[in-house]
């Protein structure tokens, strides 16, 4: 237990500091391999692994039980149960942050692409131009939607996979964009929608997770996203920065329709807290396709409004704030800001992956 305690304080003090040579000599390699071995498995090796793991652990409280309902007869045997459960979840955390977790340690994808947000001398200062910048982006929003609406065509799964393969070969330097990119629909498709949760990235099998429950116009923002976590880039603001860069760079307007459209949804959620009829007033502007896919959304909220959705986002939003993601699940939204600043300063045929 000693050894693995002290390997997971190494990585967590010392590969902060050397996240590029963690990436070089090991994220990418590791994560090339996984996708080399288990792509071609038609299902999600990660959600198998999740499984066994819920019913080991099951099988272990249980046994606890009985062990403590006979303490004296089952005492040693509880103990070395304990210890081994200890050693267990240690090694689990020093091959999620050895796997993947170190990235969380990058700065903010924004900073890497020299993007710097802007410093005001008060609060009010930065609040009046936070609003006027929503407007401004909530306005180009909506008109780049009414542009691509009447081109944009529903997209299979496995077709968005493909797509969003190949866009990340030819318009990122993504060190993993040739063999450690691929989505798969997961085996918990029915439960994920249920708690509200679209997709997710494996930091064991290197595996994307995707609800395949999902209405097609979100997908190909959705799966650049999780391909975004495959290529190293932990933060979920930043995952969507980089789906966004990728999404509304391609020649396909199906791929730029979602980029807008899921960015859109942050920036006119954020306008409606500081001004609500200006954020209808851009709604009302949007095509008819749009507003049918904004319905489509809404209803499904409505549906899967429940106690388990509420739970799972408690529990992301605590995963993310251990994760140095100071404002949680909040963190996602943050995109609407460095978003913007793309737009005002797109100037780079490839996109640059940390």
Same mark, same amino acid.
Request: charged residues 25%; proline residues 2%; aromatic residues 12%.
């Given at each position: 237990m000693a050894g693995l305690v002290g390997l997971i304080a190494m990585c967590v003090y010392v590969l902060p500091g050397h996240v590029s040579f963690y990436d070089k000599y090991f994220f990418y390699p590791f994560q090339q391999a996984r996708i080399v071995l288990l792509g071609w498995v038609p299902f999600s090796v990660g959600d198998v692994l999740y499984v066994a793991g819920g019913a080991w652990?099951? $099988? *272990?409280?249980?046994?606890?039980?009985?062990?403590?309902?006979? $303490?004296?007869?089952?005492?040693?045997?509880?103990?070395? &149960?304990?210890l081994d459960t200890i050693n267990a979840t240690l090694f689990v955390y020093l091959f999620f942050? #050895?796997?993947?977790?170190?990235?969380?340690?990058?700065?903010?994808?924004h900073e890497y692409w020299g993007m710097d947000?802007?410093?005001?001398?008060?609060?009010?200062?930065?609040?009046?131009?936070?609003?006027l910048m929503l407007i401004a982006y909530n306005d180009f929003l909506v008109k780049r939607l009414n542009v691509f609406a009447p081109q944009y065509r529903n997209l299979q799964?496995?077709?968005?996979?493909?797509?969003?393969?190949? $866009?990340?070969?030819?318009?990122?330097? &993504?060190?993993?964009?040739m063999h450690g990119l691929d989505v798969k629909r997961s085996l918990f498709g029915y439960f994920m929608e249920r708690v509200a949760v679209d997709g997710y990235y494996n930091p064991f099998t290197g595996e994307g997770q995707i609800n395949g429950r999902l209405p097609g116009f979100v997908l190909p923002f959705i799966v650049c996203?999780?391909?975004?976590?495959?290529?190293?880039?932990?933060?979920?603001?930043?995952?969507? #920065?980089?789906?966004?860069?990728?999404?509304?760079? *391609?020649?396909?307007?199906? $791929?730029n329709y979602s980029a807008y459209l899921n960015i859109w949804l942050y920036a006119n959620s954020r306008l409606y807290r500081r001004d609500s009829v200006m954020a209808k007033h851009f709604e009302s502007q949007l095509?008819? #396709?749009t507003k049918a896919h904004l319905d489509t959304l809404e209803e499904l909220s409505k549906k899967y409004d429940n106690e388990a959705s509420r739970y799972s986002t408690e529990f992301y939003d605590n995963y993310l704030k251990m994760q140095?993601?100071?404002?949680?699940?909040?963190?996602?939204?943050?995109?609407?800001t460095s978003a913007w600043l793309l737009e005002l300063n797109r100037n780079?045929?490839?996109i640059r992956v940390p």
């Open positions: 652990l099951l $099988f *272990t409280v249980v046994r606890w039980v009985y062990y403590l309902i006979n $303490f004296r007869e089952y005492r040693d045997r509880l103990a070395a &149960s304990v942050l #050895l796997g993947w977790g170190a990235n969380y340690a990058k700065r903010p994808l947000n802007p410093v005001y001398k008060t609060r009010e200062e930065r609040r009046t131009a936070d609003s799964l496995h077709e968005v996979n493909e797509r969003s393969r190949a $866009f990340y070969q030819h318009y990122t330097d &993504s060190k993993v964009k996203h999780e391909m975004a976590h495959q290529a190293g880039i932990a933060a979920e603001g930043d995952a969507n #920065l980089m789906a966004y860069a990728l999404g509304t760079q *391609t020649a396909d307007p199906s $791929f095509n008819k #396709l140095h993601q100071k404002e949680g699940i909040r963190s996602y939204g943050n995109v609407v780079a045929a490839v």
